[in-house]
């Protein structure tokens, strides 16, 4: 089964140019996606901790995997790891760092899993600080210390 290719973005100029070269590379790769314009939370580190947000969002309108993939990305071959395999969350990281973020530009869920939800609505949780501004960690560190708690 093909995972579904999704992201928002804040309709910038550049997220928007940027999102259709994603997009075109999806399509070009086989892949189906869903990308929305959402409203700017104030600050590149609110917005990007919506993330979980608009991935439970995505989890109540389709039931297929998701991929997460940041608007300036770009898929440059198919992602067979991706299908039907025998994970439920996958997320990169950089081995030549020191351990403490996850790399959240490029994302796999299994929203069909009851656990993969719960992960996404804890970290949705926490999050919010960060959303409302009284909270400088990025979603990627956030992340991070979601997962280490699981």
Not at 96 to 112: A, H, L, N, P
Not at 134 to 147: F, G, N, P, R, V
Request: glycine residues 4%; aromatic residues 12%.
């Amino acid at each position: 089964m093909n995972p579904l290719i999704v992201c928002c973005h804040t309709g910038e100029d550049r997220y928007s140019r940027d999102c259709k070269r994603m997009v075109d590379s999806a399509h070009a790769n086989g892949y189906e996606t869903h990308v929305e314009v959402v409203e700017c939370k104030g600050s590149w580190h609110a917005n990007c901790a919506m993330k979980p947000t608009f991935l439970l969002d995505c989890a109540e309108k389709f039931n297929v995997p998701l991929i997460w993939i940041d608007a300036d990305g770009e898929i440059l071959r198919r992602l067979d790891a991706f299908h039907d395999p025998n994970f439920d969350f996958a997320v990169p990281w950089d081995p030549q760092r020191k351990f403490e973020w996850f790399c959240s530009g490029t994302m796999y869920f299994d929203i069909r899993k009851s656990r993969v939800i719960d992960f996404l609505q804890e970290w949705k949780v926490d999050c919010q600080p960060e959303v409302d501004g009284k909270s400088t960690k990025t979603d990627q560190i956030i992340l991070h210390e979601t997962w280490k708690l699981k």
